[in-house]
C-alpha cells in the first residue's frame, strides 16, 4: 500500500514539501540547539520544563482520543465509525511519534534517551511512560495497517486481529494517565497535586482528540473522494460537547478547592496564570484566551442546532482545541513552576529557536499523517459503503 503515497495531486505535493521545508528550517535550529545546548530555549533552572514538554503533555491526549471511534465501533457494533476508525488510528500513530520527538529535543543531549532502555528503573513513572508509549504505538501501526489491508484486498481481517484490538483499547487510557502521574506524583508542585488531575486529563484529551478527528474527516472530504459519513461526524460532536462540559467542571472544582481552601501554594499559579502575580502577567492574555475560546465552543456545541449544521461543529471544534492546546500545551505546565520553591517569579516566554523547532516537530508528524491519510483515502475511495456506513466485508 505504500505505494500509493508515492501518487498524488499537486496539491498532494505541495502539502509535502511545504512540510519537508518546515521540517528542514526545525532541523536547522535544533542542530543550533544541539551544540549550544538548552541555554538557547526559554526554559531555566526555574522553569525546567516548557514548550516541548507540554506539546508532549497535549498530543499524549490526542493519541489516547482514537480510543473514542475505536472503542465504540469494535466494542459496540456503531456502525457509523466504520469509515473513520482507521483515521482515528492512523492519527494516534504520528500523535504518539511527535510525542517521542518531544521528549527527545527536551534531552537536551538526546543520547539520554537511551538512558531509560540501558538503565531501566521501574520505581520511576517516566519508565512506565516509555512502555505505554511505545506499546500504544505499536498497536494501532499493527492493527491500523492490518484492517485497511484487508479492507483493500476486500476479504475479512485476521482472526488474531481482534484481541489485538481490544488490548489497543485498554492499554488508551493507559497513556494519558501515566502521563499525569508524571505530575501529579511531585509533591512540590502545588498545582499538579491533585487527584483528579489523570481524570482532567483525560476529560481533555477525550474533547481536542475527537475535535482534530472532525476536523481531518472535514478535510478529506473537501479534497479527497471518500466521505467519511456525516452521521459519524455529528456523533463525534456530541462526544466533544460533554466532554468539555466535563472538562470545564473538572477546572472549576479545582478552582473552587484551591482558593476556598485559601492555600497559598494552590492559589498563586492560578493567580499567575489568570490575573497576574506580583506584576508579572505574560501568561495572562493566553489563558484568558483559551476561556474565551472555551466559552464560544460550549455555546455553538450545545445548541443542537449550530453542532448540526458542520461549518458551525467545525469553529466550535478549532476552538476546543486551540483551547486546550493553550490551556493544557502551555499553561498547565508553566503554571506548575510559578512561582517557584522560595515564591519568586521567574517568567518563561519560548525563543524563536524553541518555536521553530516546535513546528518541526508538528510538521513532521502532520507530514506523517498527510501519508497515511493518502494511502487509507486512496484504499476506502475503492470500498462500498451500504446505507449504515458499514463496508460489505465486515470484521
Not at 498524488?8 to 512540510?19: A, M
Not at 514548550?51 to 471511534?69: C, D, K, P
Amino acid at each position: 500500500m505504500l505505494e500509493t503515497a508515492l501518487k498524488g495531486s499537486r496539491k498532494y505535493w505541495g502539502l509535502v514539501f511545504f512540510l519537508l521545508s518546515i521540517i528542514g528550517v526545525g532541523f536547522i535550529f535544533y542542530l543550533q540547539q544541539f551544540f549550544y545546548g538548552l541555554g538557547i530555549t526559554g526554559m531555566s533552572r526555574d522553569v525546567s520544563w516548557g514548550l516541548y514538554i507540554g506539546q508532549f503533555t497535549f498530543l499524549v491526549g490526542v493519541a489516547a482520543a482514537a480510543v473514542m471511534v475505536v472503542l465504540p465501533y469494535y466494542l459496540h457494533n456503531y456502525k457509523k465509525y466504520g469509515r473513520i476508525s482507521v483515521l482515528a488510528e492512523f492519527l494516534a500513530i504520528p500523535s504518539v511519534i511527535m510525542c517521542m520527538l518531544f521528549i527527545f529535543v527536551d534531552m537536551g543531549q538526546p543520547l539520554r534517551v537511551l538512558n531509560v532502555l540501558l538503565h531501566p528503573t521501574p520505581s520511576s513513572v517516566m519508565f512506565f511512560d516509555m512502555l505505554v508509549l511505545s506499546g500504544y504505538l505499536f498497536w494501532n501501526i499493527l492493527v491500523g495497517w492490518t484492517i485497511l489491508g484487508a479492507e483493500r484486498k476486500g476479504i475479512p481481517p485476521p482472526s488474531w486481529i481482534k484481541p489485538i484490538i481490544y488490548i489497543a483499547i485498554a492499554w488508551a487510557p493507559s497513556i494519558h494517565i501515566v502521563t499525569a502521574f508524571l505530575y501529579a506524583g511531585l509533591p512540590g508542585r502545588h498545582f499538579w497535586l491533585t487527584a483528579i488531575l489523570a481524570a482532567k486529563f483525560l476529560a481533555s484529551a477525550f474533547a481536542s482528540g475527537p475535535a482534530l478527528i472532525i476536523i481531518l474527516c472535514l478535510i478529506v472530504r473537501k479534497f479527497t473522494k471518500f466521505d467519511p459519513g456525516k452521521e459519524a461526524i455529528q456523533t463525534l460532536g456530541k462526544t466533544i460537547t460533554y466532554t468539555m462540559i466535563i472538562n470545564v467542571m473538572f477546572l472549576g472544582f479545582e478552582v473552587f478547592t484551591s482558593f476556598y481552601s485559601t492555600i497559598p501554594g494552590h492559589m498563586h499559579p492560578f493567580d499567575y496564570l489568570y490575573v497576574g502575580l506580583d506584576g508579572y502577567t505574560k501568561l495572562v492574555p493566553m489563558m484568558w484566551l483559551s476561556s474565551i475560546l472555551a466559552v464560544i465552543a460550549l455555546v455553538l456545541l450545545l445548541n443542537p442546532n449550530w453542532r448540526k449544521n458542520e461549518r458551525t461543529l467545525a469553529v466550535a471544534s478549532v476552538a476546543v482545541f486551540f483551547s486546550l492546546w493553550i490551556d493544557k500545551g502551555f499553561g498547565l505546565i508553566i503554571g506548575g513552576f510559578v512561582p517557584n520553591m522560595f515564591e519568586r517569579v521567574f517568567e518563561y516566554w519560548p525563543t524563536i529557536p524553541e518555536a521553530f523547532i516546535t513546528l518541526g516537530v508538528w510538521a513532521v508528524g502532520f507530514l506523517i499523517l498527510t501519508i497515511l491519510y493518502k494511502i487509507a483515502t486512496t484504499v476506502k475511495e475503492e470500498v462500498v459503503y451500504d446505507k449504515y456506513g458499514e463496508k460489505q466485508v465486515k470484521i
